[in-house]
């Protein structure tokens, strides 16, 4: 048994301690046994449980999954750490180097007037330090982990900063013409191309419009619930009609 002392509000140094007793040869099992690679996944479930609770607007439900976030954060930098790639404090000095550089306006002699301005600078500082001097180099540089609709979209604003810019209406009639390129009798095998071609191109009306693509699906996805538990609770017969939105 590790013998811990009690507080009335414990700090971020008792959370590096406790993981450090956590994964020494007296303490958890489980927790020594990870790597990066075998807690990659519940990194993702944490984050998004985040954001649940963001929409929620529940604070004591994002206080504590903010929580579950930033343990995750040094399990990956204790278990980098142990290794001998990087330390807790250099995960510190990154940051903190980093938003310094980015916020040059702040800290800097650099004047902005609005919050795109903010922006447009982040990204010409952060091409510079990253080394991107073309726009494949930006375009490739965005993350292949994110979910693939996101990807999509982001892909396509970036393009449009460098030229491959779409009206509303033109990113609809790419959408209609994606849908009309699917097969008659859709297959696994034939339907691959067109199917994805259909969804970037609804990525990129998402973007064209300033709407969150993955926003958007979770909505559709929420109604589709509520006809469903609508359609379940009244005893109608179920069917392929309750995808169609009404």
């Not at 996101?150 to 892909?155: D, G, H, T, V, Y």
């Not at 790419?174 to 849908?179: D, T």
């Not at 009306?205 to 469903?228: G, K, M, P």
């Amino acid at each position: 048994m590790v013998s811990y002392p009690e507080k009335e509000r414990y700090d971020y140094n008792d959370l590096l301690q406790i993981m450090r007793i956590l994964r020494s040869p007296g303490g958890c099992i489980w927790d020594r046994e990870q790597t990066h690679e075998s807690i990659r996944r519940d990194f993702l479930e944490e984050v998004y449980e985040v954001c649940e609770a963001i929409d929620e607007g529940n604070p004591e439900h994002l206080c504590e999954e903010l929580g579950d976030v930033l343990l995750q954060v040094v399990f990956h930098a204790d278990i980098a750490q142990e290794e001998g790639l990087f330390t807790q404090l250099e995960v510190c000095d990154g940051i903190c180097r980093k938003l310094i550089y980015r916020h040059p306006h702040v800290f800097g002699d650099v004047s902005v007037s609005s919050s795109a301005e903010v922006l447009d600078n982040w990204d010409q500082l952060k091409q510079k330090e990253k080394a991107q001097q073309t726009g494949t180099d930006v375009l490739c540089a965005v993350s292949k982990a994110l979910p693939a609709l996101w990807r999509a979209e982001k892909l396509q604003h970036k393009a449009a900063k460098r030229g491959v810019k779409q009206t509303p209406d033109e990113a609809a009639a790419r959408i209609k013409a994606a849908a009309e390129s699917l097969p008659a009798a859709p297959t696994a095998e034939n339907v691959g191309q067109a199917l994805g071609a259909l969804l970037f191109a609804a990525a990129g009306l998402c973007d064209s419009l300033e709407l969150d693509s993955e926003a958007v699906l979770t909505a559709a996805s929420q109604s589709f619930i509520d006809r469903f538990a609508a359609a379940e609770a009244s005893g109608a017969a179920l069917s392929a009609k309750l995808l169609d939105e009404e």
